[in-house]
C-alpha cells in the first residue's frame, strides 16, 4: 500500500491540482438550504458535501475516497497519510482539509485540526460542519463565549442543524446576563 502512495504521489507532484470551492451551484444550495424547510435540509446538506467532496482532479478524488475508507475501516494513521497527500495535491481543496481536521481531532491532535479547520474556513467559509467542531473544541476550552459565536456563524449557513442549534441555545442561557 505505501508503494502505491508513493507511486501515485510522484506521478501527481508535477501537477498542481485547483480545488476551489466555487462552483455556481452552491450559492443556489445555500439559498436553498437557509429558506427551506428543514425536512429538505438534510438532501440540499448532501448535495452541498458532494460538492465540497469534488476535488475536480480524478487522482485526489481517489486518495480522498481512499482516506475516508480507511477511516471506516478505523486506519486512521493511513487515512491521515493519504489526507497529507490530498491537502499537499490540492491545497484549495477546502473539505481535504476539513476532512483531515476531523481526523486528527479524532486522533487527539487538537492543535492540529484547529489548523485545518482554520484553512478550510479560510478557503470556504460556508463550511458549517467545521464551524461546530470549533464551536465544541472551543467549548472543552471552557471559551463560552467564542463557541456560541462558532454556533451561531455555523447557523447562518445551515439553521436546520438541530446539534449546533441546541448547543447554541444552552449557552444563550448560560450566558444569559453576561456580555455575549
Known sequence: MRLFLLTVFVACASTAVLADQTDPRL???FVEL???DAFSSEETVGRIIDIWSDAQSDTVDILYARALQSA???DLDLALA???HVVGLAPHFAQGFA???MMRLTNQDQSGAVADFSKA???EPRQFEVRI???EILLSNHEKRDAYEMFQKALEWNPHDDHARSRARAL???LDGQEI
Do not use: C, K, P, V
Open 72 to 74: 471506516d475501516e478505523g
Open 34 to 36: 437557509r429558506s427551506g
Open 82 to 84: 493519504l489526507l497529507d
Open 172 to 174: 444563550r442561557r448560560e
Open 99 to 101: 476532512t483531515r481536521g
Open 121 to 123: 474556513l479560510e478557503l
Open 27 to 29: 450559492d443556489s444550495l
Open 133 to 135: 467542531a470549533l464551536a
